[in-house]
């Protein structure tokens, strides 16, 4: 990682929803707690097992968390994009980080320095309440996932990731771009990839989707639900 000190630290914090209800001091004593940094393409930003720093912030690109297995393999367990934060329960916990961080693309990222957060929240409730809010999500999200994983077959866990991805409940039809490659997503889905490829040429062929690089069109969502009936 190249250390960055080129933008306002203070106005990127003071833009991430997390960091919204601190006022100008408050921000200002975080960001002199915070450090900017580029990340290349595939670069690692720390392993499981390493000391936790802190928390991360992402300004631009994507960050791959991921479990690594003792063959080599990895599961996927969070894409990080603009906005998002990560390694933050690491910091109360006082342990070592539990996965791989890595960066998908070229990206820019703020590191909140361990100290530094845990003074704002003990200055702002409305933080902590914010914080409490993104780590339940997360929590939501990790279940949600364990149950995909254990609980349907593989047919189903594909289709209800695309169904999840509907801007709204009440869309029959509608197109969303992947976040991250196809060879991702199948981890993500605790999937081979050769398997995912499999199902969504199957859903392509029955016409309920189509298929264009990372870019799905769900043509009809309700028979893709009720696939293969």
């Known amino acids: 990682m190249i250390q960055e000190t080129r933008h306002d630290i203070a106005e990127i914090l003071s833009r991430q929803p997390l960091f919204r209800s601190l006022d100008r001091t408050e921000i200002g004593c975080l960001a002199g707690c915070t450090r900017e940094f580029r990340v290349g393409k595939n ?35 969070h894409m990080a994009g603009p906005g998002s934060t990560f390694a933050e329960a690491v910091v109360f916990l006082d342990k070592p980080l539990p996965v791989n961080a890595q960066a998908t693309s070229e990206s820019l990222i703020l590191l909140v320095s361990k100290a530094g957060l845990l003074d704002a929240l003990a200055q702002s409730p409305l933080l902590c309440r914010k914080m409490l809010a993104s780590l339940s999500t997360r929590l939501h999200e990790l279940i949600d996932d364990m149950e995909s994983c254990t609980l349907r077959t593989s047919l189903q866990r594909v289709i209800c990731y695309l169904a999840h991805l509907a801007p709204s409940p009440d869309l029959l039809s509608y197109e969303v771009q992947l976040d991250s490659s196809k060879q991702m997503l199948a981890s993500r889905l605790n999937l081979a990839p050769e398997t995912l490829s499999r199902i969504l040429g199957q859903l392509a062929e029955a016409g309920v989707i189509r298929v264009q690089g990372r870019h799905i069109h769900i043509m009809d969502k309700g028979r893709m639900m009720s696939f293969p009936n």
């Open 43 to 77: 670069e690692v930003l720390f392993q499981k097992g390493d000391p936790a720093q802190g928390m991360y912030v992402v300004i631009m690109g994507q960050i791959k968390l991921a479990l690594p297995s003792p063959q080599g393999g990895e599961k996927v367990v």
